[in-house]
């Protein structure tokens, strides 16, 4: 097949949904499959192109405000004509089979794209954007409560912490929030098939949108080279002598960054504690660990080579977040890894950890402490969940796996209708 991927991220400067696209590309390329990819650059002058892994990919320039709320209408509905003409003259150039989207900035554009050219389209769905404007489903970053729907009423709490002082005058906004929403909703709604990431996302997808509920909704995960990234780690360093606890992500509130620290005091961790990421958060959990007296090593945003090498050599890794989590990048390679997770139980994370088999689940930051100290004073522990966790990626989550789901799910969308030339 010729593909055309269309993605907001890709490597090398990227999180975890580029280079879950990254990774599905690569499988589905050994499978025999053409691609080229399309990423859109909110905030770039001009359009570019360039490769990476052997890659195509061309950049979209678009216009992107500094201003709240002007800055998300020029990324989503002034983005979406213009990308989608050019998916269109991509397509016919390319002579592509079909179109898949990869996140909320290129689903819109691609599915009208795609049928303006009668060719299929697929659009995964790696975080709550269909049925969330914040994409995470929390009212509150700084309260773990989800929200029951994208009500006036519910938007109107939804600003308040997030503008603070000034959400009386982002009010006027909530109008056109409600309507971002809604075309989000009927594009994806027309989509032939959505791709969720994990059964959570499939759930709520249902049952946030009558529209959603009426489409082809299929559970298929990002994708891990296991034995790639086995290899890949294989020849680095450890980065600190000694056993040492680690958290990976953004340090935001909705990661549960404020459960982190009382965590790993509560468990009296006896080693260092290696934090990982960037955010709003940081000075506080500096702070925090300062006046604990906590041996805290934080090392900012690093490259995705060096935050592997961390992750790789480290022997836990706690994951307190309390959003809703789709389904996490830094677990599915922490299993593939061997490094035993002690995690909140939210959203994607059950099909990742399966309490006492390949990790421990927790349905409170207390029980998250005492799970912990489990994993510190028990190794036995610790290397059971770990092996258990390295099997299961094996079986499910391999990207040779996946692309074969992902392959079967194309063939049957392309079933019936002629195929172009070659």
Not at 30 to 39: L, N, S
Request: aromatic share 6%.
């Amino acid at each position: 097949m010729r593909l055309l991927i269309a993605t907001d991220a890709f490597p090398p400067a990227c999180g975890g949904s580029g280079w879950s696209t990254w990774e599905l590309g690569r499988a589905l390329r050994a499978r025999g499959h053409q691609i080229v990819f399309v990423q859109p650059r909110p905030g770039s002058g001009a359009d570019g192109e360039r490769h990476y892994d052997g890659f195509r990919i061309i950049e979209i320039a678009a216009r992107a405000p500094g201003v709240p709320f002007v800055r998300n209408y020029f990324k989503n509905e002034r983005l979406w004509a213009q990308l989608a003409s050019r998916l269109r003259e991509v397509a016919r150039d390319d002579r592509s089979d079909l179109i898949h989207a990869q996140h909320v900035l290129t689903a819109p554009a691609a599915v009208e794209a795609a049928r303006g050219l009668d060719l299929p389209v697929v659009c995964t769905v790696r975080d709550y954007w269909p049925v969330c404007y914040w994409g995470t489903l929390i009212h509150d970053p700084a309260s773990p409560t989800l929200c029951p729907g994208c009500s006036a009423a519910a938007m109107t709490r939804c600003l308040r912490p997030r503008a603070g002082a000034a959400w009386p005058i982002a009010l006027p906004w909530i109008p056109y929030m409600r309507g971002n929403l809604a075309r989000k909703q009927r594009a994806l709604g027309r989509a032939d098939a959505i791709v969720a990431v994990s059964g959570a996302i499939k759930r709520d997808l249902e049952q946030r949108s009558v529209e959603l509920g009426r489409t082809r909704i299929e559970v298929i995960p990002n994708p891990v080279d296991v034995a790639g990234l086995r290899e890949r780690v294989g020849t680095m360093a450890p980065r600190l002598s000694g056993r040492y606890a680690i958290f990976v992500g953004k340090l935001e509130q909705n990661k549960g960054v404020a459960y982190l620290l009382p965590a790993v005091e509560r468990a009296r961790l006896p080693w260092p504690l290696v934090v990982v990421g960037e955010g709003a958060e940081r000075g506080r959990l500096e702070s925090g660990a300062r006046a604990a007296g906590r041996d805290v090593r934080f090392t900012g945003w690093l490259p995705r080579d060096e935050a592997l090498a961390w992750l790789a050599h480290a022997s836990l890794v706690v994951f307190p977040s309390y959003g809703p989590e789709s389904l996490s990048r830094v677990l599915l390679e922490s299993a593939v890894l061997g490094v035993p997770i002690a995690a909140m139980n939210t959203g994607g994370t059950v099909d990742i950890v399966e309490h006492d088999v390949t990790g421990l689940l927790s349905s409170t930051p207390e029980e998250l402490s005492s799970h912990v100290a489990r994993l510190v004073s028990d190794r036995a522990l610790s290397g059971r969940l770990a092996a258990g966790a390295a099997a299961h990626m094996e079986r499910s989550f391999d990207a040779a796996q996946v692309a074969a789901r992902m392959e079967a799910l194309y063939a049957s969308l392309l079933d019936g209708k002629p195929r172009r030339a070659q």
